[in-house]
């Protein structure tokens, strides 16, 4: 009879781990709010569990939500998103996110390792700020549209679907080898300049199109085929050159961020990187001490709980 007993305890384990979506609803940390929060649209005073999948909504406080991981996401008042094991989905309003990953309007925030970002949903423009370390931004094919340096803060505005725009590029051209190279001002994204004979150490404006299933040489992440340059004014700063063929760091899935930094840049420029409006936020300052103070243990009360362990 015992052995009938056990035998029934292990098959009906199997059948748990075999039904659809069970294993979705295992729990992936903790949220810790100053007042009252909506949990897949039930109310939950206090702190409570979150689970892989699980919609989170603040409404006059914030939340902040500890993963097993490490990673942690602290969604201001009015804000809704949906928490996953490796990212979260932002619905409305601002998260906060370290060692994590936002997907916003389709485009995928990551903030790893030691690195944190703000990202705030303003209609269909998404605001990206990086806090503390270097912040990247893909569009939905998986396309390095924007690296953000501490400090740094971008609105971006991705085109319909089925739209389909040239991109344009504001940056210092540079030459290495045989290859001609550019990083535009706002994104801090390098692309690879084919087509027309771009003059190396100016800084000019070119409007180009993406080389499909074209692979870039470093630093570069895209090829363009350019069809326009416009000189803008000024020589390049000095090292620049030097700056872009040096330095790029990996940046998730192969990418790479460019080397030239906000020294290089000049006034706040606009453009289109692969189907993404780009523009710098004028006066932006997001200072280290701001981006530490993010996940500070003072956004919530009472003692912290520790995730819950599977």
Excluded: W
Aim: glycine content about 12%; some cysteine; hydrophobic content about 40%.
């Amino acid at each position: 009879m015992h052995r009938y007993t056990t035998l029934a305890v292990v098959c009906a384990g199997f059948s748990l781990a075999a039904v659809p979506g069970f294993a979705a609803n295992q729990p992936i940390g903790v949220a810790m709010s100053e007042g009252t929060i909506l949990v897949n649209d039930a109310q939950t005073p206090g702190n409570t569990t979150v689970f892989d999948g699980s919609t989170l909504q603040t409404q006059k406080s914030a939340s902040q939500v500890r993963l097993k991981d490490g990673a942690q996401v602290r969604f201001e008042s009015d804000s809704r998103g949906k928490l996953f094991r490796d990212h979260m989905d932002l619905q409305q309003g601002t998260a906060k996110i370290e060692d994590y990953s936002a997907v916003a309007n389709g485009l995928s925030v990551r903030a790893e390792g030691k690195s944190s970002a703000s990202v705030t949903m303003k209609g269909k423009v998404v605001e990206v700020a990086a806090l503390t370390g270097d912040v990247h931004v893909f569009n939905a094919a998986g396309m390095n549209v924007a690296n953000l340096l501490p400090g740094r803060a971008l609105d971006l505005l991705p085109q319909e679907a089925g739209a389909s725009s040239p991109s344009t590029l504001t940056g210092c051209a540079v030459r290495t080898g045989n290859n001609s190279f550019l990083t535009d001002e706002s994104s801090n994204v390098t692309a690879e300049l084919r087509g027309q004979n771009v003059r190396a150490g100016r800084r000019v404006q070119i409007t180009g199109s993406l080389v499909p299933n074209a692979t870039p040489d470093s630093p570069a992440t895209q090829v363009l085929n350019v069809t326009s340059v416009k000189n803008v004014g000024g020589a390049c700063k000095a090292g620049a050159a030097a700056a872009a063929g040096a330095g790029a760091a990996a940046a998730g899935a192969g990418a790479a961020a460019a080397g030239v930094g906000a020294g290089t840049a000049v006034g706040v420029s606009t453009g289109v990187v692969v189907g993404v409006s780009v523009a710098a936020v004028a006066g932006a300052a997001v200072g280290a001490a701001y981006g530490a103070g993010a996940f500070g243990s003072s956004s919530v009360t009472g003692t912290s709980p520790q995730p819950p362990t599977p």
